[in-house]
């Protein structure tokens, strides 16, 4: 599967931007720990994960940079930005030396490396970063074996898979873990993670349901595969409180120094919704099939197995039925985001 975005992502963010906007008051208190336990004195270094083109996560970084640039104006700030090596860095470092608004423009003294390795590894030596954040990617799950038949998300049917909510926890081990070993002492990883606690989450499903009986209904008229129709799942972890939970009791967890800081549920509706009121129900159709084209059409077009030409024809077929549904059916169309927002702080431990 090919998890990498469109090129188009940057313009079409607008729901992982409004994620992140929503919260800068935790990204400001993540500084102030920082600035009073002192970690990060002589300087400062950030790893942004799942970074994908860069856009949607300059306000964190401003936000983080300026508020440590006033206490230490003349420090050096390395921010490393990862994603996968298939992520287009081109087009993020374009973003960044482009947007007169770049958190590189806020002193001399910054600078950015990017790591194009996944995040359910180590990315960078033991020790060495003071924040570790991660906005709107972390439910980007390892390849699963497990997929729930008729689902368009592996969470489609979370409480009768057991195995699914295994794969989670591990997963969201694999990720803490990781980043206990990059931060240094007194370092903090925060980062949201996509949940289905909620009853919210079933405006989500509908959506994905709706998407997936597409992919059915063009198996029935013979133009993908019924193993293609059955493929066709974002491969995304939801996680649950009890999964946060769970993980904490872990011995490698208590081991690693990482302490769960704080946690607290946050949810934000679609940003594409007032469109059918404020610009009418094409402009709508036309803004949210490319919003939700850009984060999902590389994964679905990898799940054909066609030759590229072929692949493109049925794309078109696809991407009408989908702007159908919105004329149609606009209620449906939409993609709230639902979410855990989580601090760690990884403290000294002693192990004797
Ligand atoms: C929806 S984008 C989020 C981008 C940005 N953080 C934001 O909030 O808009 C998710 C990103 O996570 C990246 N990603 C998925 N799995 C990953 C992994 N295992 N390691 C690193 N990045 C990954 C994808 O390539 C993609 O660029």
Known sequence: MDFVMKNTYNDNCILQKNTICSNLDLVQKCIDILINNGTCQESLKIVNFGCAHGRSSQPTLTTMISKYLKKHPH??????????????????????QGNPQSYIYLSPNVYTMCIGQSFYQQTLPNNTVHIAMGFNCFHWGTPSKILPEGSITMAHKRSKFPKYIKECQNDLLSNVLNRSKELANGGIFIMNLLTDDKESFKDTLDFYVAVKLIWIKMYEECIISKEEAEEMALPWRYYSLGDIKHILKDQKIK????????????????PYEPLIQSHGLEYFAEKFVSAFHAFSEPTFKSILKCDDAKKEQIWEIYNQHLYNLCLKNPSI???????YITIFEKIEINIE
């Open 333 to 339: 169309c939409r993609i709230p985001n639902n979410y």
């Open 255 to 270: 081991n690693s120094g990482m302490k769960l800081k704080s946690y607290e549920f946050r949810q934000n509706r679609c």
């Open 75 to 96: 420090n050096e700030i390395m921010v490393y930005q990862n994603d996968l090596p298939t992520n287009n860095f081109s087009l993020l470092l374009s973003e960044i």
